[in-house]
């Protein structure tokens, strides 16, 4: 299993109840760059940097930089595989 799969799983569980989310810090909630939102949803750079193109994942932007949260992105991930509309 490659590294990011390892971190991916390791992320969402240690984000996975409700407590967490609410304690979590902005640094370490916070993504800094495309490589870093791939990373954490474990899917290569190319496919992040099309979703974050055609607007399907929550991303902020700050200058050029491209940022998102792992709460957020946690949110939408859960929206979306749990059937609710995103």
Same mark, same amino acid.
């Given at each position: 299993?490659?590294?990011? !799969?390892? $971190? ?6 240690? %984000?996975?109840?409700? &407590?967490? %989310? &609410?304690?979590?810090? #902005? =640094? =370490?909630?916070?993504? $800094?760059? *495309? +490589?870093?939102?791939? =990373?954490?949803? +474990? ?13 399907? #994942?929550?991303?902020?932007?700050? +200058? ?5 949260? !792992?709460? =957020? ?5 859960? !929206? *979306?595989?749990?059937?609710? *509309? &995103?």
């Amino acid at each position: 299993m490659p590294p990011s !799969k390892q $971190n991916d799983g390791a992320s969402v569980q240690a %984000l996975s109840s409700r &407590a967490d %989310l &609410a304690t979590l810090d #902005i =640094a =370490a909630d916070r993504l $800094n760059g *495309a +490589g870093a939102i791939a =990373a954490f949803r +474990g899917e290569p750079l190319h496919r992040t940097r099309y979703l974050i193109r055609i607007g399907a #994942i929550p991303v902020a932007r700050e +200058g050029e930089r491209i940022v998102a949260s !792992k709460r =957020a992105l946690l949110e939408h991930w859960r !929206k *979306a595989t749990s059937g609710e *509309a &995103a």
